[in-house]
């Protein structure tokens, strides 16, 4: 118990200063600076670059690209929903542009957003190992904006999660 809190601190203390990094960069990492909530799924031909992997050469699946253009979360459940269903996961494949050199944990930073508002209290995920397979569980439905970081890279993107 006493090191699972130490854990989220670090986790609390590394998002503090991802934070205060990140402003002073023209992303669009913090969370209601970019405007309302946009989850855009994509159904069809994932980018060349996210293809590895699949047998097809031009593999269909849905999938949200960040908006930095850094990194593709391709969907095996759609919707992703929460609570999660008892019949399937909310999977999602990470899929990095780049390959970093010395990968690192994903850090997954989500805000549950009204409109250009966020809403509630943000939670945090990691992907141990970085950008690949994971299952992302959010605490209620709704338009969640996710800062991601990962080696030494950044990007954010809007997923909707149905009830």
Not at 99 to 107: D, H, V
Not at 121 to 142: E, F, M
Request: hydrophobic letters at 45%.
């Amino acid at each position: 118990m006493w090191l699972n809190r130490m854990l989220i601190a670090a986790a609390l203390l590394a998002a503090l200063a991802l934070g205060a990094t990140a402003s002073a960069r023209p992303q669009r990492l913090a969370v209601g600076a970019a405007g309302g909530c946009d989850a855009a799924v994509v159904h069809g031909v994932l980018p060349s670059w996210a293809r590895a992997g699949f047998s097809d050469p031009r593999p269909r699946m849905p999938y949200e690209l960040g908006r930095a253009g850094k990194i593709a979360a391709i969907l095996w459940a759609d919707p992703l929903r929460s609570p999660p269903p008892q019949d399937h996961n909310n999977k999602i494949l990470w899929v990095s542009r780049t390959i970093p050199s010395a990968p690192t944990a994903l850090w997954i930073h989500a805000q549950r957003m009204a409109g250009s508002h966020a809403v509630g209290l943000p939670v945090t995920r990691v992907v141990k190992g970085g950008p690949g397979p994971s299952i992302i569980d959010l605490p209620t439905a709704g338009c969640w904006r996710l800062s991601l970081t990962w080696s030494d890279r950044t990007d954010t993107l809007d997923l909707q999660y149905a009830p």
